[in-house]
């Protein structure tokens, strides 16, 4: 079980989650402290490791619209934190898929800022609210990829199993 940390509204764009400015700065290490940079006590809160690991950002429809961006997803998984949204962008998802980034998509999902929510195979399950929401299932071999932390440590695990 995990706690919702913010709950954003639809479209938010690459741009808001890592604002193009800091395009420089390209290393999974160093991109986090840029995470909504300009949401400035969101931020100062994640740089201050407030939230405890595996914490849920819940988003409206269209989570990671705009640009291409990788960082976007490389500055969430940075600290640690999951994202749950109405929809995804189709980039988005599969930047969030290859670098290992927790997404989940749930259409009806219903939560606020504070709720507590557990992921299940199918279901996110509102323990605040007692309400459960279907979620979208990833095809497999997308979700093991991500379940992996992405696509470079699914496809080394892959290649270190055929030499066994």
């Not at 999902?109 to 279901?123: N, S």
């Not at 459960?132 to 699914?154: C, F, H, N, T």
């Amino acid at each position: 079980m995990s706690k919702v940390i913010i709950k954003l509204g639809n479209d938010i764009s690459t741009d808001d989650i890592y604002p193009g400015r800091f395009m420089a700065t390209v290393l999974p290490t160093e991109t986090p402290q840029f995470a909504f940079f300009d949401r400035t006590e969101f931020n100062a809160q994640l740089k201050a490791r407030a939230f405890a690991s595996g914490s849920i950002i819940v988003g409206g429809e269209n989570f990671g619209c705009g640009s291409s961006r990788e960082q976007a997803c490389s500055t969430l998984k940075g600290h640690d934190v999951a994202v749950v949204a109405k929809s995804i962008s189709r980039i988005f998802l599969q930047n969030s898929i290859n670098l290992g980034l927790q997404v989940v998509i749930c259409p009806g999902l219903e939560a606020g800022e504070g709720d507590d929510l557990e992921i299940t195979a199918d279901q996110v399950l509102n323990k605040t609210t007692g309400k459960a929401y279907e979620q979208v299932k990833l095809p497999a071999a997308r979700k093991g990829i991500m379940d992996a932390g992405g696509l470079i440590p699914y496809t080394r695990a892959r290649l270190l199993a055929k030499q066994s």
